[in-house]
């Protein structure tokens, strides 16, 4: 196993990211006196850091190391999942979907759905949303953990221990503002970090031709240099990539994620909610870049070590992006890019923690203990986060020895809900003719269908398995039919009960003006 | 549904010959809708304050500005 020795120097750097995250983190904490202030930041937070935000939200270091991997093993199609994957939803949500979310002054996505349909929708989704969070702090840990342990050698306690105390510490007092600026540091260290790979790596392979003649020269890597396969391929034909990704995975990802959604909220004004997804989706442009290219590098430097993707056992996957840090990278770079990764760490853990109390507090809290002081909630949700971080430990060391199927269990228990949800959202606030029966039918489908096609391989044979984007989009087409066919045979709602939550109706402040 | 439909009927026609150029179109496609979007959307959803901003602070620029990347990576890349 390649692990890197860190020198004091390298030390000295990531020590400095951990001391300023702290601190500035700490420093956020004053002024958080109100429900309002810890879950939405006041809603005082400036674009750019939004923005930033919502990058390191969407990128942690467990796909920093796993993106190196599908890219050693796929090439460029990978970058579809921050391409059709984040920028063409991001811009759709920024200019369409936002607003209404905005207008209506929730905290929450289960709580629009609530307001749109009835509670029963919004106490499903966000149970839903509320497990997977928790999961995927658990989860974020163990891979967190992995990698440093391939990394830097370090044992898994000492891994989770750092990381656990480090977020907590602010993420508990501090709230959203905290929990956003330090995203955004976060966000800086991440992007100098992975450039330093990407331009010493492509410094050793001879440039951008010399990755493309060595890797060109691999009698396996035909289509390692295109971003659209063939509707053939075996794991990303071109139609499940756009409909599954580019129309269901990514807009509900990008509109219906607690995790993204609470940022936007949180900004100053509507048109700084704007600006952040907007600058989100320039950031966009450059990371796939800085996180597939690692795997092409690695590729065309240590094939020969790595060998086949198609032979590999587990783990060898996690060795990629370690094998390239240990071996190209000199002092001093070594130590931010170290830095890079516990930012990414840190970015991504503290962002669902946040959201995941904010959740529980808006969604399921509140409406079972109602008419309780602001500082009440406030008090629980502070709570929430230190429930939330000991569970995640303690769900990491159950998971560790298990962790690849857990993660995909995981995954794949998300597919089952993120089409059905985003069916629901856009109904919901496009057309004033869905229902609640409506939504609850549409609901049932979807999760059906998903179960249904997620389950074919069990019942019929593993030649029977549908890839998860196609589960995606099929729930997804099941869920809006439901929807539709049940609303349009239930009683539609009053104009006055929707107005504010369909884009056709809007508040009526707004409508008199 | 009937677009589903024919997407998915171009998508077997596609896999037909194993070429994705088909593919790259509705890449490409799917960007060049939301330009068109982008550029002819009424100002009024945008600028709620009604004050003209400079282009660099214009987030429909930039959004723009975004898509024609997008159109340009896949029209390389694809």
Redesign the interface.
């Known amino acids: 196993m390649d692990t890197a020795r860190l020198q004091p120097f390298d030390m000295a750097l990531v020590a400095a990211y951990l001391v300023s995250v702290v601190a500035l983190g700490l420093w956020l904490t004053r002024g958080v006196r109100t429900g309002r202030d810890y879950f939405l930041a006041g809603r005082t937070l400036p674009w750019w850091a939004v923005g930033m935000s919502l990058v390191v939200s969407d990128i942690g270091a467990k796909d920093m190391v796993g993106l190196a991997a599908d890219g050693y093993r796929y090439g ?1 199609v990978m970058m579809n999942f921050d ?2 994957g984040c ?2 939803p991001v ?2 949500a ?2 369409l979907f936002m607003p209404f979310l905005w207008i209506a002054g929730v905290y929450t996505v289960p709580e629009y759905l609530g307001r749109r349909y009835n509670s029963v929708v919004r106490t499903f989704f966000a149970l839903i949303w509320a497990l997977f969070m928790m999961g995927t702090v658990g989860t974020i840990l163990v891979s967190s953990a992995v990698m440093f342990e391939a990394l830097l050698g370090w044992s898994f306690w000492w891994s989770v221990g750092i990381t656990a105390v480090i977020v907590g510490v602010f993420t508990t007092t501090g709230g959203l503002k905290a929990v956003v600026l330090t995203d955004a540091l976060s966000c800086v260290v991440l992007i100098v970090g992975a450039s330093l790979i990407c331009i010493l790596g492509l410094q050793r392979t001879g440039g951008w031709e010399g990755l493309q003649s060595t890797i060109g020269r691999m009698d396996w890597t035909a289509h390692h ?8 391929h075996p794991a990303f ?3 499940a990539v ?2 599954g990704l ?1 129309f269901v995975l990514g807009p509900a990802y990008w509109i219906g994620n607690q995790a993204i959604v609470q940022r936007t909220l949180g900004a100053g004004s ?2 700084q909610a ?2 952040s997804y ?2 989100c ?2 950031l966009k ?1 450059v990371f796939p870049v800085l996180l597939v290219l690692p795997g092409l590098i690695g590729l065309a430097l240590f094939y020969d070590k790595l060998g086949d993707p198609s032979q590999w056992e587990e783990g060898v996957a996690n060795r990629v992006l370690p094998m390239l840090v240990v071996n190209l990278l000199p002092t001093g770079v070594l130590g931010i890019v170290v830095g890079a990764f516990m930012a990414g760490v840190v970015a991504n853990l503290d962002s669902y923690i946040n959201s995941a109390s904010t959740l529980v507090v808006t969604d399921l809290y509140q409406p079972l203990v109602p008419r309780r002081s602001d500082k009440h909630y406030l008090r629980v949700g502070q709570s929430l986060v230190v429930v939330f971080l000991l569970a995640g430990v303690a769900f990491a060391r159950i998971i560790q020895p298990v962790f690849g199927s857990v993660f995909e269990a995981f995954q794949t228990f998300m597919t089952f809900f993120q089409g059905p949800l985003l069916a629901l959202l856009l109904l919901g606030m496009l057309t004033r003719r869905a229902t609640s029966h409506g939504a609850l039918a549409g609901m049932l489908l979807g999760v059906g269908t998903a179960v249904a096609l997620n389950g074919a391989r069990f019942a019929l044979g593993r030649e029977y398995s549908v890839s998860y984007l196609w589960v995606a989009w099929w729930s997804f ?1 099941a869920a809006m ?1 439901g929807t539709v066919v049940v609303s349009l045979f239930t009683r539609p709602y009053d104009v006055e009960r929707l107005r504010g939550l369909v884009w056709w109706i809007p508040p009526r402040e707004e409508s008199s003006s | 549904m009937k677009t589903t439909a024919l997407l998915l009927a171009a998508a077997g026609a596609a896999s037909g010959n194993g070429s994705p150029l088909l593919g790259k179109a509705a890449f490409v496609g799917v960007f060049a809708l939301l330009l068109l979007w982008l550029l002819f959307m009424p100002s009024a959803l945008i600028d709620l304050e009604g004050a003209r901003m400079p282009w660099w602070r214009n987030v429909r620029f930039w959004a723009i500005v975004v898509t024609i990347a997008q159109i340009g990576v896949y029209c390389y890349w694809g």
């Not at chain 1, 240099?225 to 053939?232: C, R, T």
């Open positions: 460029l391409f059709i920028a063409f811009l759709a920024a200019f240099f295109h971003l659209v396969l063939p509707a053939d034909p071109w139609p756009l409909l580019g509507q048109n704007r600006a907007v600058f989706a320039v442009l087409a039919a």
